[in-house]
């Protein structure tokens, strides 16, 4: 079946750095565009980051801009997130998920499924 | 940036009853609407796609609606295993954004 598993994440002091990897099975990864979500302790859903399947057209949230980069090695099924210059508020659990978008139908571009995610907590 | 604003942030509710939820974009983002299901300690579940589409194997009682920039998420009749936050979401532009969540609790 889909699956996702996100890792790399752990404790980190302000400044440093961190990279996530999500590792892919069940699908043609090589087919999807790919994203990058995170949620902070007891609050919503922020998108990060997303990348296309050849990866072409990476795109960053305007708070990681500069400072994360998305990647993807689609012969390892697996997408990175290289995390730089860590702040306190990026804190929070990161899920990777697949990004569908069906040119058939106006509207259809969503992520399905997410995995578990990974937490990054970054603390002095 | 699209903002998205969902209402109510929070609701309780009893099995078997209709529950409505609202979420209204900043600008006019046609059918780019999703929605996502999340339960405690878990990551968020797809629910429904382009405003009303219904993800295969969810349950019927799952109803989306709307266009434009008001948009709405139906739980027709309320099960146990539907207490949770509801997330809706939009892919119209770049950044993509969510509505701040909707807790649905029990009464």
């Known amino acids: 079946q889909v699956q996702l598993v996100e890792s790399g994440g752990g404790l980190v002091k302000p400044g440093g750095s961190l990279r996530l990897s999500c590792a892919a099975s069940?699908?043609?990864?090589?087919?999807?565009?790919m994203t990058w979500i995170r949620q902070a302790p007891g609050k919503g859903l922020e998108w990060v980051s997303y990348?296309?399947?050849?990866?072409?057209?990476?795109k960053y949230a305007d708070s990681v801009q500069g400072r994360f980069t998305i990647s993807r090695d689609n012969a390892e099924n697996t997408l990175h997130l290289q995390m730089n210059d860590l702040r306190a508020e990026d804190t929070a659990v990161y899920y990777c998920a697949r990004q569908i978008i069906t040119a058939t139908k106006v509207g259809a571009n969503y992520f399905d499924p997410w995995g578990p995610g990974t937490l990054v907590t970054v603390s002095s | 940036d699209i903002q998205m604003t969902q209402s109510p942030s929070s609701l309780s509710a009893s099995v078997g009853d209709r529950v409505t939820i609202t979420c209204r974009a900043s600008q006019a983002i046609s059918s780019y609407l999703n929605w996502y299901q999340q339960k405690p300690g878990k990551a968020p579940k797809f629910l429904i796609y382009?405003?009303?589409s219904l993800q295969s194997g969810a349950p019927s009682r799952f109803s989306g609606g709307g266009s434009g920039t008001e948009f709405t998420l139906t739980i027709s009749s309320l099960q146990p295993e539907d207490f949770a936050t509801y997330y809706c979401?939009?892919?119209?532009?770049?950044?993509?954004?969510f509505g701040g969540g909707t807790r649905v609790e029990i009464k």
């Open positions: 382009a405003a009303s």
């Open positions: 069940g699908f043609i990864f090589s087919d999807y565009y």
């Open positions: 979401q939009q892919s119209y532009g770049v950044p993509l954004t």
């Open positions: 990348i296309s399947s050849g990866s072409f057209y990476p």
